[in-house]
């Protein structure tokens, strides 16, 4: 019994010398930061030395004690008299030719789709010629025997084939995509793009 107290007590003493002696994460962390030697010339603000009162000035640079002095402003006034003397477009005639644009984009994505379209054919009309070729093949064990080294080449030859039109059908796939976001990137409505 007498030893359980002890243990108490000394597990109770190192706890609290512990915790008395422990520093928390953000203390460190600000000690650090105060010793470490800055390593850039330029103020750098945080948390700890932002003024409480002072008002910070986010302005860079004067324009006049630059080399140009002067040579900002002078500058931005020849732009807007450069935006004043730029004559006013009509609305309809823009609202017009967003229509014009529009429409082409639509008849140049409804030309790709067709193309698509065709090229699948292809590609699923040759798919079933060459199964319907390879079941006569290998339904007649004496025509796989007779004509195996000319099997092999037609096979060979369908599979370049096919292989060959789909990647013409991805590409042209692909080229609808770069159209579609071409089209997108110009103004394009996604109703339109459809």
Do not use: C
């Amino acid at each position: 019994m007498k030893r359980m107290a002890l243990f108490v007590v000394g597990a109770a003493l190192l706890l609290w010398v512990s915790g008395a002696a422990a520093q928390s994460l953000g203390d460190v962390a600000r000690a650090n930061r105060k010793t470490k030697i800055q390593q850039t010339s330029a103020k750098q603000y945080d948390n700890d030395n932002l003024p409480k009162t002072d008002h910070l000035s986010v302005v860079g640079p004067d324009a006049s004690n630059a080399n140009g002095q002067g040579a900002a402003p002078a500058a931005a006034s020849t732009a807007t008299d450069a935006n004043a003397a730029a004559p006013a477009t009509d609305p309809k005639q823009e609202q017009e030719d967003r229509e014009k644009a529009n429409a082409e984009w639509q008849t140049k994505i409804d030309e790709q789709k067709k193309k698509i379209d065709a090229l699948s054919h292809e590609l699923e009309l040759t798919q079933r010629e060459y199964r319907l070729k390879a079941v006569a093949m290998y339904s007649d064990a004496g025509n796989r025997l007779r004509n195996s080294t000319e099997w092999d080449k037609e096979d060979r030859d369908y599979k370049q084939q096919l292989d060959a039109k789909q990647k013409d059908v991805d590409a042209a796939k692909a080229e609808l995509e770069n159209m579609m976001e071409s089209a997108r990137k110009a103004g394009v409505p996604s109703k339109m793009r459809e």
